[in-house]
Structures are given as C-alpha cells and as structure tokens.
C-alpha cells in the first residue's frame, strides 16, 4: 500500500514538473508563416514542421488550438498555436523525412513491442505509457507484448517483421550486443543525434555508454539496469547454524559442507529454460578472471584457454554436487520455492529475483556472488528504433520519456530494477527498497562488465554457442572437451 | 456428346487448378526455396543468398547437440511409433471381446486425441517431476512411493539415461486410443468365419491372431505406422511444454533445435538445413508407402 501511495506521489509531483507541459502556447497577434514564428522563438526559421506538428497534435485533442494544413501557411491574428520544447523540435528535424507529409498531422499510433507480460515489469510499463500520455494525448499506444521468458518468443515474433518492413515502432532490446542480431546497420535507426539532444550521453555511466555503443552508434535508450550477480541465501537458515554470506568460492563449499549433513540442499538450481546455469556460469566466471580479462573474453583479447576459464569450470562441477537433483524440472522461479520453504539455503540469480521474494513475503538475504565483490554484472533493458517504424515522431517522445528521470524512476520503481541515470537525487532513491538502494551504491562505484546470458556481452549466435556447451557439460562434466567448445564458439563467432 | 465429355474434363481440371496451383507454390515452392537457403550463406538477420555449397550441412554434423538431437529422434520414434501400436492393438483386442461398457472404455481411451500436445505436455511435465528428497516425491514417483515401489523411482526426464523416454510416454497416452480406435474398427470388419474356420482346424487364439487376424489389419497398420510416423518426426509443441531440451540435451528434438538456431542465433540457412533433413527422413518413411498402395490400388 505504501508503495502504492509513492507511486502516486511521484507521479502528482512529477506532473506538476512540467511533462504535462511539453511547451508553450502561443497567441499570434498578428499574421505571420510558420517560418517567421520560429525564427522568432527559436531564432531558426527552420523548426516550421516541429510547430506546425506540435500544434496540429494538441488540436486533436484541444480545439482551440488553430489545424495546419500546410507547412507555408499564413497563420492568421488571433491563432493559437503550441511551440514544442526546444529538444523535441530539434529532435523532431533530425527525425522527420520531408516526403513524409503525414507526419505533419499529429495522432497516429504508437506500437511498444515488448515481453514484460508479468507482475511488476507490466505496472512499470504502464507507468511509462502514463508519462507518455500526458505529453502526447494525441497518440494511441498499442501494447504489443510477446510472453515468454526472456524474449525467446517475442525475438522470434520481431525478426521476420524486422525484415518484411513491418517492424513496430519501438521495442525492447537489450543492451550490448544482441543488438548485432538486429542487423542494425540496416534495420535500426542510430539515436547518436539524439543522445546529444536529450543529453543523454552526460547523463549516463560512461561504463554503460561503452555497453550501449556497437559499431561506433547508439541503437537504443536504457531505461534499467539489472544485476546478474546477486547471492540469494535463506536468513534463518544462516542464522540457525550460525553461518555467514561466503567471501570465496572454499567459504563456500565450506558452508555447503554443513549444510549437506543438515538435508538441506546447500546451493539451489534451475534450468528448465536451459538459461539458468549459464547464467550461474557467468557469475562464476566474472568471480575467476579479472574485470578486464572477463571483457576480454567477448573481444578476443583473452583466450578461452585462459586458466581462469578452467578453474571456473572446475567450480561449476564441484557445485553440481551440491544442487537439488530435479534441477531440469525447475524454472528460476520455481526453484526459488526451496529457499522460500526453507529446505534449501543459497541461490544465484539476477535481481529480479527480489521481486519474487517480495510477492512471496519471503525476507531474503543478499550477496555477490563470492569472489565477486566490486564487479557488477550488468544488463540493461532499452528501446529501439527501427528504420522503417510507421510512426517515427511518435517514438521521439517515448524514446525522451524512456530516458528521462521521471520515466525512470517510475518504471524501476515498480519492476524491481535500478534507474540507469546517474542523477537520481538521494531523496529520490529513498524510495526505493533497501536492496535497489544497495545496488544503486554498487552500480556506482563497482567495476561493471556486461553478462552474455542477457545480451550484452555477445551476439545471440555465440551466447547459444556458450548456452549449449555448458549445458552440456552439466552432465558430461567434462572441463577439457566443455572448455575447447567454448574455444571453437569463441572462434566462430569473432571469425578467427 | 464429345463435347459433353470435353466440358466436363475441363471444368474437372478447373475445379482443381487453384488448389494445385497453390500446393505448388506453397509445399513444393517453399521446399524447393527452403533447400536453395540451405545451401547458402544466411546465417544473419539480413538475408544472404549466395551459394556456399554444402558448407551448413557440414557444420550441422559437427554440432554435438544436433547429434544428439538425432539420436533422440531415432529413439523417440521407435518407442512412440512401436508403444502406440502395440498399446492400441491390445485395448483392441480387449475391447473386441463384447465387454459390457464397451462405449465408455472406448471414450476413455479416446479422449486424450483430443487434447493439444501443450496440454498433454504440461500435464505429464507435473506427473513425471521426480521432486527431490529435500522437498519429497512428486507426480508418479509420489504414487510409487505410496504403493510400496519406492525402488521403481527415477529422475524421469531430469535423468540424462531417460530425457526423451519419458517424452515418449506421455506421446503414447495420447495417440494410443487413435491407434485403438482404428484396429476397433478393423477387427470389426475381420468376418467371424474365418476365425471359426481356424479354430476349426486347430488353431490356438493365439495361432489365430498371429496368421489370421494380424494379416489381415496389415492396411490399418500401414495408416497408422504413417499416421504415427510423421507426428513423432515432427515433435516440437510436446517437448515445449513438457521438459524443454532436457538436461545434455536428452530431451532435444531436430524441430526444435531448428527453432531455437533460426530465431535466437539466426542461422537461417542452418536451420533450413534442418528442415530439408527432416523432410528427407519423412521421405524415407512415406515414399515407400505410397508406391505400395498406389501399387495395390492399380492391381485391384
């Protein structure tokens, strides 16, 4: 309930802030063009078609406001007409194709493709919509979500249509390089132009920026981030045997060791989605190489034959004694169940296992994952634009909602994610529950390195590539042979 | 009166034609199209049709999952196509004997046809979980327990030995009863006579369905072998639903190995690979069918 009532706050607060108002009015006093009236209020005659769109879009809504025909006419005394912020209108002219007369009139749709089909990640989307609302009433949106876990569906939905030239208008895409996936060169819009508008690359972490850039461009506009290594462990059961958050991976198999004796599984997994034990694998890895050497992994300069990549293997299979057997019968969140009914102690997952804990009630303790301590492995939610988007002024406003601070706090708020703005006042991130406040701390200081489960360390055809050798070597246990197909996945993939 | 006959052959050829010009662009246009992308090199988002030879299918065979995708195929078949027949032939012969609540029987037996593999593949995904000791047997392993057949559980599909048995398990509940349904029939049809005249000569019950009745259903075999055939070739939704590839891969299948390599690594001209594998293996299995009954319908 109290949650609740922030959001609201937030929301009443954020209105008064002026997203409501996305400009001026303007009364002419006399007749004058288009071209004179930007001249005169931006000192560029060139904004005309920002203005002229700007004030056909709220005289959909509000007739008061005078209906532009053509892009030269002579608006007569007594028209009220809007002037759109001076970042809209510009990013408006960097947007608009002048054979696209259409895109002069206002209204239209806006198609948001997504997955965020459950609980908290379909309120925060909701949220945006909201924000989006009240500065475009004009637009339609149309919620073309996919469900299934992790965009496996929606990416299937999204390609073919990417291809055909029907995309929708914008879609989430994960930071890093699933974007290669994409084609972007040829499907997607570069957003450089409006990164410098909306100054979005000041506000950003410069670590994130190197995320987000693939082939010297920007493709999309984060609204999150999420945590991928993240230590769950059950308090109680830590507090009965008087154990701690293990610093290292021999604290670790200590406590597993105790554990065991008790009949309670020590570390729980899942891999049900054939995800989720690479994903422990990452973590697993980011713990036995250095920060530098884990990039160095996704651009070539560190070989998979690294020793690092060994002893990561070899910790994997020592874990495996220690899983519940049913493993490939459970879902993340299926498994989390052990933990929650406390006949299992310690899970690995991302941080968006919180939200399952707090719906469930359950108070859960947190750690990285040992050997992780000050690397954040990082993934982040953004929107894209496609190049052949139906209504491309649309997405300029729900490209600047996405990226600003308002939408992002709305939105992280109710999905369970961290804003990925750097200017989020103290008070603001007040709001937040304890452990979003804790991995806001983290996300500003500790070193980050992007996580291939989650798209942002290397195209979709190698992290299938990793995905299937490891989960292979779940059963082979084989650290040689698992270790020379993560080799040949590494040589396919950067063609050497 | 020629003319009649004229009229009439080409209003026949036109009543036709749009279906035949459509399975022709739609089936044989897309397979041939299908085997050109095959061969070429589109193996990112943008499509690209140069020639590469049979470099995909090369890459196919080396891949250690599709290997093991085969294999399981290989298995899965055996066992849904064999178990489905000889499950369907015994509910049969046991419903043939003119028991009392014949129609009921047969409505059980049939009702799992009705269902979609997803439903079948959610349902037994909760009957085969195996549970774990911490938080108990569940599903089948449960029922085990509580008769006394503790020693009987296994990990069902999270045991790499098993994986695609257990897929096959819940594929033979399902199809059995259609199985059942079709030799129902043709023991119908089977004149009581000719079983008299065995026994009359001698014959045990037994001697009569191995020479007599099984001879004799060997067309019903054939339409469901097909039938059966082609489903189990083509499993994709059950193991969806059900386990997903499986730990190791147990539970994969080419169909959706194709899926996966298509839409998330976006090998398009792999996963066409794929599918023309497929079809050649459906191939093996229908073609000689067909050239026997189109045989037997020239010779009657």
């Known amino acids: 309930m109290r949650k609740v009532v922030w959001f609201l706050a937030v929301l009443v607060v954020v209105g008064l802030l002026g997203w409501a108002q996305a400009g001026t009015p303007l009364v002419l006093d006399k007749p004058s063009s288009l071209a004179d009236i930007s001249l005169k209020v931006f000192g560029d005659s060139a904004y005309a078609p920002a203005i002229m769109r700007a004030t056909n879009s709220k005289a959909l809504v509000d007739h008061s406001f005078a209906r532009i025909s053509r892009l030269d006419e002579i608006l007569p005394a007594g028209a009220k007409l809007w002037v759109p912020d001076a970042a809209w209108a510009k990013a408006f002219l960097a947007v608009w194709d002048p054979n696209r007369v259409e895109d002069l009139f206002g209204g239209g749709k806006l198609v948001v493709g997504s997955w965020w089909t459950a609980g908290g990640?379909?309120?925060?989307?909701?949220?945006?919509?909201?924000?989006?609302?009240?500065?475009?009433?004009?637009?339609?949106?149309?919620?073309?979500?996919?469900?299934?876990?992790?965009?496996?569906?929606?990416?299937?939905?999204?390609?073919?249509?990417?291809?055909?030239?029907?995309?929708?208008?914008?879609?989430?895409?994960?930071?890093?390089?699933?974007?290669?996936?994409?084609?972007?060169?040829?499907?997607?819009?570069?957003?450089?132009?409006?990164?410098?508008?909306?100054?979005?690359?000041?506000?950003?972490?410069?670590?994130?920026?190197?995320?987000?850039?693939?082939?010297?461009?920007?493709?999309?506009?984060?609204?999150?981030?999420?945590?991928?290594?993240?230590?769950?462990?059950?308090?109680?059961?830590?507090?009965?045997?008087?154990?701690?958050?293990?610093?290292?991976?021999?604290?670790?198999?200590?406590?597993?060791?105790?554990?065991?004796?008790?009949g309670i599984v020590p570390i729980t997994l899942a891999n049900a989605g054939g995800w989720e034990a690479p994903h422990l694998f990452e973590t697993i890895l980011a713990s036995t190489l250095t920060p530098e050497e884990y990039r160095g992994l996704w651009t070539g300069t560190t070989p998979w034959t690294h020793p690092g990549v060994t002893q990561a293997l070899e910790i994997l299979k020592k874990i495996l004694d220690y899983v519940n057997p049913d493993y490939s019968a459970h879902t993340w969140d299926t498994v989390l169940e052990y933990i929650a009914a406390g006949r299992g102690a310690m899970n690995?997952?991302?941080?968006?296992?919180?939200?399952?804990?707090?719906?469930?009630?359950?108070?859960?303790?947190?750690?990285?994952?040992?050997?992780?301590?000050?690397?954040?492995?990082?993934?982040?939610?953004?929107?894209?634009?496609?190049?052949?988007?139906?209504?491309?002024?649309?997405?300029?406003?729900?490209?600047?909602?996405?990226?600003?601070?308002?939408?992002?706090?709305?939105?992280?708020?109710?999905?369970?994610?961290?804003?990925?703005?750097?200017?989020?006042?103290?008070?603001?991130?007040?709001?937040?529950?304890?452990?979003?406040?804790?991995?806001?701390?983290?996300?500003?200081?500790?070193?980050?390195?992007?996580?291939?489960?989650?798209?942002?360390?290397?195209?979709?055809?190698?992290?299938?590539?990793?995905?299937?050798?490891?989960?292979?070597?779940?059963?082979?246990?084989?650290?040689?042979?698992?270790?020379?197909?993560?080799?040949?996945?590494?040589?396919?993939?950067?063609?050497? | 009166m020629w003319l009649k006959r004229k009229r009439d052959q080409v209003l026949s050829v036109l009543l036709v034609l749009p279906s035949a010009l459509a399975i022709l662009v739609f089936v044989y246009g897309f397979i041939a199209l299908t085997t050109y992308v095959s061969f070429s090199n589109w193996n990112r988002l943008v499509p690209d049709y140069s020639f590469v030879g049979a470099a995909n299918y090369l890459r196919l065979f080396q891949n250690p999952r599709f290997l093991i995708t085969l294999r399981n195929l290989g298995v899965f078949t055996g066992l849904f196509v064999g178990g489905s027949l000889v499950l369907g032939f015994l509910l049969a012969v046991l419903l043939d004997r003119r028991i009392k609540a014949e129609g009921l029987f047969r409505t059980i037996y049939l009702y799992p046809l009705a269902l979609s593999f997803i439903v079948t593949g959610v349902v037994w995904r909760w009957l085969l979980n195996p549970g774990s000791p911490q938080m108990g047997s569940t599903g089948i392993n449960l029922l085990l327990e509580m008769m006394g057949l503790g020693f009987l559980k296994t990990g069902w599909y999270t045991d790499p030995r098993i994986g695609i048995i257990a897929v096959a398990v819940a594929a033979i509940w399902q199809m059995s009863g259609y199985v059942m349904a079709m030799y129902l029939a043709g023991l119908r049809g089977i004149p009581e006579e000719l079983r008299e005249a065995a026994r009359v000569d001698g014959a045990s019950e037994l001697q009569i369905y191995r020479y007599v009745v099984l001879p004799l259903l060997r067309p019903i075999t054939f339409g469901a072998l097909i039938v059966l055939g082609h489903i189990s070739l083509k499993i994709y939704d059950l193991v969806v639903a059900m386990t997903g590839p499986g730990p190791g891969y147990s539970c994969d299948v080419p169909a959706y190995f194709m899926w996966e390599l298509t839409f998330r690594a976006n090998r398009f001209a792999q996963g066409a690979g794929i599918a023309i594998i497929l079809l050649v293996i459906v191939s093996i299995l229908i073609v000689p069918y067909l050239r026997y009954s189109l045989r037997r319908e020239v010779e009657t």
């Open chain 1, 348 to 496: 690995v997952m991302g941080d968006w296992a919180m939200g399952w804990f707090m719906a469930k009630g359950v108070d859960v303790g947190w750690a990285p994952v040992p050997g992780t301590k000050g690397v954040f492995v990082a993934l982040s939610d953004t929107f894209a634009f496609p190049k052949r988007a139906s209504n491309p002024i649309n997405v300029i406003g729900w490209l600047a909602v996405c990226g600003s601070k308002e939408g992002q706090i709305a939105f992280n708020m109710r999905k369970g994610s961290i804003p990925a703005r750097t200017d989020i006042t103290p008070e603001e991130k007040a709001q937040f529950n304890p452990y979003l406040q804790s991995c806001m701390e983290d996300w500003a200081r500790d070193a980050i390195v992007p996580s291939v489960m989650h798209g942002a360390a290397a195209p979709e055809s190698w992290v299938v590539d990793f995905k299937d050798a490891i989960n292979l070597f779940l059963v082979t246990k084989d650290v040689a042979g698992t270790q020379a197909a993560l080799v040949a996945a590494a040589k396919a993939a950067l063609g050497k």
């Open chain 1, 121 to 262: 990640e379909a309120e925060g989307l909701e949220a945006l919509f909201a924000l989006y609302r009240e500065s475009f009433p004009d637009v339609v949106i149309v919620n073309a979500t996919v469900a299934g876990g992790a965009g496996f569906v929606f990416k299937a939905v999204l390609k073919p249509r990417l291809i055909a030239g029907d995309p929708p208008d914008t879609f989430q895409l994960h930071a890093g390089l699933e974007v290669e996936g994409y084609s972007p060169e040829v499907y997607l819009r570069p957003l450089d132009d409006l990164y410098a508008i909306f100054g979005w690359d000041k506000v950003f972490p410069p670590d994130l920026l190197d995320l987000m850039r693939y082939e010297g461009h920007y493709w999309g506009v984060p609204v999150n981030i999420h945590r991928s290594n993240v230590l769950w462990y059950n308090k109680e059961i830590f507090a009965k045997y008087g154990l701690k958050p293990p610093a290292n991976w021999d604290e670790f198999f200590q406590i597993c060791e105790v554990l065991k004796e008790k």
